[in-house]
């Protein structure tokens, strides 16, 4: 696809240092790339830093602290329960603030099997996507979709569960639809949305 987006507002929406800065550097360098960039890269430099942090939270914060230390619990009233907030909670929280902060783009946590209903897909790419980063959770789901008059990139990637913490919170929690998942299963997918 070359659909391109001006780079001066890329690098603001990670947020964070990490290989995104790395992958928006070596690209940056090439002569024939100065001043634009793909928006499938740009989805892809921003999943990069979703992941690592998604990742980071879940495995040295939550799993390390919950069940191999056991001195604090997750839940999702953490609020009520001085617990930690789960990993899908402090995502949304993060995409949340990322919204206010910015608003060339959006991005969400979705599932085939959501605990929330709220986070079950809504489109027809958003559940297509899923469907096939469920199949394959190597592979990207990229296109293109209109919604409300506008146009958009759309990227789904797959969300994997990485630590016990993970797959237990899914397959004990009274709300969720399948309780068979373990380490390295895809439990739902993360959609990046981009106008066009």
């Known amino acids: 696809m070359r659909t391109y987006v001006k780079l001066a507002g890329a690098a603001v929406m990670a947020g964070s240092i990490t290989a995104a800065t790395a992958a928006y550097a070596a690209f940056w360098s090439k002569d024939d790339n100065k001043g634009s960039l793909p928006l499938q890269k740009v989805a892809d430099m921003l999943h990069t830093v979703m992941d690592s942090d998604r990742f980071i ?3 040295k914060v939550v799993n390390r602290l919950m069940l ?17 907030p789960l990993p899908a909670q402090m995502f949304r929280f993060g995409a949340e603030r990322a919204a206010e902060k910015n608003k ?12 929330n209903k ?8 958003e559940k297509q996507g899923l469907k096939a980063v469920a199949d394959d959770k190597t592979k990207p789901v990229y ?15 797959a969300d994997v569960a990485v630590a016990p913490a993970c ?10 639809p399948r309780k068979d998942f373990k380490l390295g299963d895809v439990l739902g997918g993360v959609v990046i949305r981009i106008p066009m």
């Open 68 to 84: 191999d230390e056991k001195v604090i619990k997750a839940d999702e009233h953490f609020m009520d329960k001085k617990a930690l």
């Open 104 to 115: 060339t783009f959006s991005y969400s946590l979705l599932s085939l099997w959501p605990v």
């Open 167 to 176: 797959f237990n919170c899914h397959n004990d929690h009274p709300e969720s």
């Open 143 to 157: 296109g293109e979709e209109t919604l409300g008059g506008k146009k958009y990139f759309t990227a789904v990637y």
């Open 118 to 125: 709220q986070n079950a897909p809504r489109t027809e790419l």
């Open 57 to 59: 939270y879940t495995t």
